[in-house]
């Protein structure tokens, strides 16, 4: 299915804008981007069984809970994929995005399982510079990344903030450009990040990342795919219900549309 758009009249400028259509529902609360399919699935599964509603999104689902207000959506991997997700998001009202996402470990004080709160990236990604900013590149609620680490923590989680590397490219990733990155303080590699704070900034919402260190790339070690192992799956359920539960407590009452829904 493709995204739902609409050709946009000569003077703005773009060919295709997102947009909220007919039946589709309005997000008025704080709501949690799924990157991968494994949490994507975790999600779905969860929002079923509370009974919210599934809505048809690019390139997965849209989950609404029943009295409105929260969300879940995804998958969406890679800058280009997670960015068009969040614009129909935007679309749709969203004011609150949280993403989350896994990420390689570069600092050598981080651990699989532990979770990186980016607040700056090191982007080699090309979807961020479609959206110009000048110096205004950053999530435009840094608060709210606090907010999480407070609440990450609670729950015996490692938590580092700090800057990331995201790239297009993961089988080109040089253990040159690892180990100038490591220099430079970058704590962990990932894919979307750089492109969802400038989308988030240029479309005036509030956004975070929460990323699960999936695995360690390190130089003096084999790389190892910890994200196929039970631990880092258990893990990961944990934090999706975690997040799940935090973005249903912010807002618990709301105007939502909830017409059209598609059933499971």
């Known amino acids: 299915m493709a995204p739902a758009a609409e050709i946009s009249r000569p003077h703005s400028g773009v060919v295709i804008e997102p947009v909220r259509r007919h039946g589709e529902p309005e997000l008025t609360g704080a709501g949690l981007l799924l990157i991968n399919p494994a949490e994507a699935r975790m999600a779905g599964a969860m929002a079923r069984e509370a ?54 470990a570069l600092a050598p004080a981080v651990e699989v399982g532990d979770i990186v709160l980016p607040v700056d990236a090191v982007s080699e990604e090309g979807t961020s510079a479609h ?7 950053g999530p435009v609620n840094p ?25 297009d490219a993961p089988y080109r ?67 999706v219900e975690l997040l799940k539960n935090y973005v249903s407590r912010q807002y618990p009452v709301s105007q939502a549309s909830l017409s059209s829904p598609v059933d499971p």
């Open 51 to 104: 009974g919210w509603r599934r809505y048809p999104f690019f390139p997965g689902a849209l989950y609404l809970a029943p009295q409105g207000g929260a969300w879940l959506a995804g998958p969406a991997v890679g800058a280009p994929v997670a960015v068009m997700a969040l614009e129909k998001l935007v679309a749709l009202g969203a004011p609150t995005v949280i993403s989350l996402g896994w990420c390689g």
């Open 131 to 137: 959206y110009p900013l000048g110096e205004s590149s």
């Open 143 to 167: 608060g709210l990344g606090r907010e999480l680490a407070a609440l990450l923590a609670g729950e015996d989680f490692v938590v580092h903030s700090g800057s990331v590397w995201t790239t």
């Open 173 to 239: 990733e040089t253990w040159e450009k690892v180990s100038s990155f490591r220099r430079q303080g970058v704590l962990a590699v990932e894919m979307e990040f750089s492109a969802l704070a400038t989308v988030a900034a240029y479309r005036g919402v509030s956004l975070a990342s929460v990323l699960l260190v999936s695995d360690l790339v390190r130089e003096d070690s084999v790389w190892n795919p910890s994200f196929r192992g039970r631990d880092f799956r258990r893990r990961a359920r944990r934090l």
